[in-house]
């Protein structure tokens, strides 16, 4: 019995990693590949994507889904027909400009209204992953601003 | 210890059942209420639905969270714009007319085409959870058709 134990003790410790820190493995969805540069060269750190619903085809709703490592999150940017955020896994954050920045756990809907300016990505010690879904597509491609700096992400 | 071995185990016998026969709780998203008689009467047996993103706002992308009992699906229909499936717990199917049941399971993703008769649902001996994305909601509403019989449905 206390071996038996001894070896939940140390799933449950793997568990507890799984949930906030080490993330290495998406939760439910693929991870994917690590961010091509077309837009890595907007994110502070290391993200991962895999399209679940492509782009280019009838349904006009392309759905990714994205892993941040711990202190990753992406440039300050506007959606011009929006964007819903459905969160899956880890700890994060979301702002909008002007507002204060809102945590995201598992289980939260973030609706972002076309052309509002905001940014997502990890709390500094937990990796990070959503469903990104983007609305109205034929309104054209997301507009990348200027980073979020370290001294606005250290002051969240 | 042996009091917190016995705890662990109730606990992991308890998460077995949340996986595959008695997911009283969704998964990661809520739960949500009974269907309303506007779309229970299109289903055999019960199922819960928690709207994530409404259906009349800017976005144009209804998103709900819907869970059945072991046994539940919906009767074949229609999506004139067509319909995306999350799957984020339990175990179901989904099935095209003229074509054989596929199984689904946890991180699987289903693109129903627009005007494809299909059905989806849980398992006989599984709970199931997925997220329905509606697309080109401007197609209009989904068009309801004939129960999965029980023939059909115990000849998966």
């Known amino acids: 019995m206390t071996d038996q134990s001894l070896t939940r003790v140390d799933r449950d410790k793997e568990d507890k990693n799984m949930d906030k820190s ?8 693929p991870k994917g590949e690590e961010l091509p540069e077309l837009f890595s060269k907007y994110f502070s750190g290391k993200a ?14 392309p759905i ?11 440039n300050w940017h506007k959606h011009p027909g929006g964007q819903i955020l459905l969160v899956t896994g880890g700890c994060g954050y979301y702002q909008e400009e002007g507002k204060p920045a809102q945590e995201l756990n598992p289980g939260d809907v973030v609706l972002i209204a076309p052309n509002v300016k ?12 959503h469903l990104s879904v983007e609305t ?13 700096t370290d001294e606005e992400y250290s002051n969240l």
Chains 1, 2 share one sequence.
């Not at 080490?22 to 969805?29: K, T």
């Not at 991962?48 to 709703?61: A, G, I, K, P, Q």
């Not at 905001?118 to 992953?129: L, M, N, R, T, Y």
């Open 118 to 129: 905001h940014w997502h990505g990890a709390a500094p010690d937990s990796w990070f992953v």
């Open 136 to 148: 109205n597509v034929n309104a054209g491609p997301a507009e990348w601003l200027e980073p979020v």
């Open 48 to 61: 991962w994507l895999s399209m679940l619903v492509d782009r280019d085809n009838e349904f006009n709703c």
């Open 64 to 74: 990714g889904n994205v892993t941040f490592e711990p202190g990753c999150r992406n």
């Open 22 to 29: 080490n993330l290495s493995e998406s939760v439910i969805f």
